[in-house]
């Protein structure tokens, strides 16, 4: 530093004594050393203003609330709105509740971010302002979760109560994610994507655990995150900037920018729904009850699928992924109107699918933060087996069977880098399943988080 504020004074000097200098017949390699060195304190100078630039634009977006951060709340109600058909046929699944055990997936992220302040790793917020933006997105989440429940009263899947909508557990799960990546995000993409890890999680198990339908868990996600970008919001327009531990530009930062320029090798975190057409024709199921005289189907959901995706590229374009994925979906049985049995007759169940598949990939560089991609894929799906029971005896009324099938498909992807850890993006994904009635064709709509290594 001492240095930096000797040259300017030394060239000043040179400047000043030039006549006198020049009788002394100064060297010209120490004139280039002295005008290699004030070239060099001046691009230093506005790499620091750049970075400066930068880091303020960094502290306004964190103190700035966007349309983007309400994306998931209208993704949730948008959900619930196309799924109300199939919500209101009058069939019921078994009791499975959890749900207390299902809470701590869900309040796992809130821990998390507390232990870590507890312990000193820095965070973005000062504890004013992160202990008054956790309470009022815990009271607007609350507020928000109860007034939804009291106005709609939707029938819970097993018929326990009408508190369907929306999952308070799914609220919670993502407003302590949110907590966290907002918290701690800047210190690893881990802290991130595992936080919404644990939240995924939560919204699996509480459609296993038959608390919820799929657009109950997506109205709870999207009032978590929203409620607590709200907060933080609220929060800064009283606090202002002083309790805000300001961002800083690392050079881990700039390394990897250039990692995803260059070979963006990556683990990504995937979740989103399945949409597929009709419902499913007998052909498909076993029917076990040789009494039963009518036609019957079976009417699915859309479908919650997440999963892992590990992407090596051999150079900036061309990538072979790995990918795993878990579908769950409630599907409930439609008899005939002649038909001696009821649909009330006959519990609904959870059909779930396991997928593994490679894929080829091409990807293409938009600038310097976002990808456009395009990619082939194919690998095996695996069916676990289904039984559909009576409600007077137990007894199993038909089953869809286990199967292993060849699937293949076809997909493209954009992603942007922006100004988190992670690279967070969407992928859209058709995939066809051979030699099946079951459910043949898919289209997968995901989002992902995803961290280059």
């Not at 869900?106 to 790793?121: H, N, R």
């Not at 993006?425 to 961290?451: A, C, E, M, R, V």
């Amino acid at each position: 530093m001492m240095e930096k504020r000797l040259i300017p004074i030394l060239f000043s000097l040179f400047v000043w004594q030039g006549s006198s200098l020049r009788a002394q017949s100064i060297p010209d390699s120490t004139l280039l050393r002295i005008e290699r060195a004030m070239e060099q304190v001046e691009k230093t100078k506005r790499a620091e203003q750049e970075v400066e630039k930068y880091e303020n634009n960094l502290l306004r977006q964190e103190m700035t609330f966007r349309w983007t951060d309400a994306a998931p709340l209208l993704g949730g109600l948008i959900q619930t709105a196309t799924n109300r058909s199939f919500n209101d046929r009058p069939v019921r699944f078994i009791k499975n509740r959890h749900d207390a055990v299902d809470y701590l997936p869900a309040s796992l992220p809130l821990a998390t971010a507390w232990a870590l302040k507890a312990f000193g790793v820095e965070s973005r917020s000062k504890i004013k302002r992160m202990a008054t933006a956790n309470a009022i997105a815990l009271g607007l989440n609350v507020a928000l979760t109860q007034t939804f429940k009291h106005v709609t009263r939707e029938l819970r899947p097993d018929g326990t109560d009408k508190h369907s909508l929306p999952s308070g557990h799914a609220a919670i799960a993502y407003l302590s994610a949110t907590i966290l990546h907002r918290e701690f995000g800047h210190q690893s993409p881990w802290f991130s994507v595992g936080g919404y890890a644990a939240a995924t999680a939560t919204e699996l198990l509480r459609l296993h655990h038959n608390a919820h339908y799929l657009n109950d868990i997506f109205l709870g996600a999207g009032i978590g995150i929203t409620s607590t970008n709200v907060a933080y919001w609220l929060t800064d327009k009283i606090y202002g900037a002083k309790e805000i531990n300001r961002p800083n530009l690392y050079v881990g930062d700039v390394v990897r920018l250039g990692r995803y320029l260059e070979q963006p090798i990556s683990l990504s975190l995937v979740s989103g729904t399945e949409i597929r057409t009709g419902s499913i024709q007998q052909e498909a199921f076993d029917l076990m009850d040789e009494n039963f005289d009518g036609n019957i189907s079976l009417h699915p959901s859309s479908t919650l699928t997440s999963g892992l995706e590990y992407s090596y590229f051999f150079n900036s374009n061309i990538a072979a992924e790995g990918i795993v994925r878990v579908s769950a979906t409630k599907i409930k049985p439609v008899v005939s109107e002649s038909a001696q049995l009821h649909t009330g007759d006959v519990y609904g169940e959870n059909l779930s699918q396991y997928h593994a598949n490679l894929a080829i990939k091409y990807s293409i560089p938009i600038g310097l933060t976002q990808r456009f991609a395009l990619r082939a894929l194919a690998g095996d799906r695996y069916t676990q087996k289904t039984e559909f029971e009576r409600v007077d005896n137990g007894a199993t009324f038909l089953q869809i069977p286990s199967s292993h099938r060849f699937e293949w498909g076809a997909g493209l992807s954009f992603e942007s880098i922006g100004n988190e850890k992670y690279v967070a993006g969407f992928n859209f994904d058709y995939l066809h399943t051979t030699n099946t009635h079951l459910q043949p064709n898919k289209f997968i709509i995901s989002t992902f988080w995803k961290i280059i290594l």
